[in-house]
């Protein structure tokens, strides 16, 4: 699975895994020169609380399918096409109960990929790099307040 472009599952469910909340918070580091937030990412994993799902078509089938354990907040996140936090949505697809929903188990599939593994390397990467940046103009700007 690609980020930020949208992914047509067998079901006919539309969705985009958004990083729009990482795109911010690397725009407002480097705007505020501050480091603190983005040092915090440690690895793809902590990448998961800057993500989020946004679902185009079929989601009334979706949530006909999931009505379980969907929440009335995500429910109303999702008909309104508003986006839900990547954690929030994977909570939905339980592995054990995917066997008879095609969503579920295409959707751990995806998951599971190396394309989406590396899709989150490039992204922590682009943050190392941003955050090397911010480290270097610091010391810089240190350096240039000292010698003032």
């Known amino acids: 699975m690609y980020l930020d472009k949208i992914y047509k599952l067998q079901t006919g469910v539309s969705l985009k895994i958004s990083t729009i909340a990482l795109q911010k918070l690397i725009a407002n580091a480097i705007d505020h020169c501050q480091l603190s937030e983005l040092e915090s990412i440690r690895c793809t994993v902590d990448l998961y609380a800057y993500l989020s799902v946004v679902v185009y078509e079929g989601t009334e089938d979706l949530i006909a399918r999931r009505h379980l354990w969907i929440s009335p907040k995500i429910k109303a996140d999702l008909i309104a096409r508003q986006p839900v936090s990547f954690s929030s949505f994977c909570n939905l697809f339980w592995r054990n109960l995917d066997e008879d929903d095609p ?46």
Do not use: C, H, P
């Open 103 to 148: 969503d579920g188990d295409e959707w751990q599939q995806l998951m599971a990929s190396d394309r989406f593994y590396s899709q989150l390397t490039v992204l922590l990467n682009k943050l190392r790099i941003t955050e090397r940046n911010l480290q270097q103009y610091t010391k810089i700007s240190d350096l240039s307040l000292e010698s003032a």
